[in-house]
């Protein structure tokens, strides 16, 4: 099966660009979430996307949005960054089943590591 | 609201003997309880879940964890270890509720694992 991949591996932006971020969804999933990982933190819940809608949003402001394409994969959009957007940023997959009340186990990416200067 | 706090940043211990990383969680309804490990410069990787049944679960590695609902942990365990183990962990918790799908998981600022020879 194939795996999380996020592409870029590393990025680095200057205060107030934007920044796209990519995401393929390990294969048989349909469910995609973003965190962020500051250093030394675990990881925070930015959203969840499932059938092409964000569902579900952690405590982050507007200028972190997203999207999920019909082949499950995403992308993260930061505008204006900001000095403390730079951190590590894991795309998880999982699968949504229409009879269970929750998905399944995250599978995680290796992250792209943004550095804002 | 769901938080989940690991009271160590860091364990010691020696290659042979038995390991236990400390997690204890909040949440307002049934938890569905998870760990997962980081490798450096790697996303994190699923090591075993909880949501219902036999309290003690068991997961990849060897590594198990107990769940306790009264004190609201799920320390992670394993009865020998090994160098290879030495990595972060991170123990996460996700509500199971009726009322949503939404697959917020909340992590802990993770534990350290130093397995020394």
């Known amino acids: 099966e194939t795996g999380v991949t996020q592409s870029p591996t590393h990025l680095i932006k200057t205060r107030g660009q934007q920044v796209t971020l990519r995401c393929s969804s390990q294969s048989g999933h349909n469910t995609v979430s973003w965190y962020q990982q500051a250093l030394g933190q675990g990881p925070q819940f930015i959203f969840q996307y499932y059938r092409e809608e964000e569902n579900g949003r952690g405590n982050f402001p507007p200028r972190f949005s997203g999207l999920q394409f019909p082949n499950y994969s995403s992308e993260l959009n930061v505008n204006a960054l900001e000095l403390d957007d730079s951190a590590l940023y894991l795309c998880?997959?999982?699968?949504?089943?229409?009879?269970?009340?929750?998905?399944?186990?995250?599978?995680f990416g290796n992250g792209t590591r943004l550095t804002v200067t | 609201a769901q938080s989940v706090a690991q009271p160590e940043d860091q364990v010691n211990v020696a290659e042979g003997n038995p390991l236990t990383v400390k997690c204890t969680y909040s949440v307002s309804g049934n938890p569905y309880l998870f760990w997962y490990v980081q490798y450096p410069n790697r996303g994190l990787q699923f090591l075993l879940k909880?949501?219902?049944?036999?309290?003690l679960v068991k997961g990849s590695y060897g590594f198990e964890a107990e769940f306790n609902k009264s004190q609201t942990s799920f320390h992670l365990k394993k009865p020998s270890a090994l160098v290879s183990d030495s990595a972060l962990y991170f123990c996460?918790?996700?509500?199971?509720?009726?009322?949503?799908?939404?697959?917020?998981?909340?992590f802990g600022d993770g534990t350290t694992l130093t397995v020394k020879p």
């Open positions: 998880a997959s999982s699968l949504r089943e229409r009879t269970s009340r929750v998905d399944s186990p995250l599978h």
């Open positions: 996460a918790v996700r509500e199971v509720s009726s009322n949503t799908n939404a697959g917020k998981s909340t």
């Open positions: 909880y949501i219902t049944g036999d309290n």
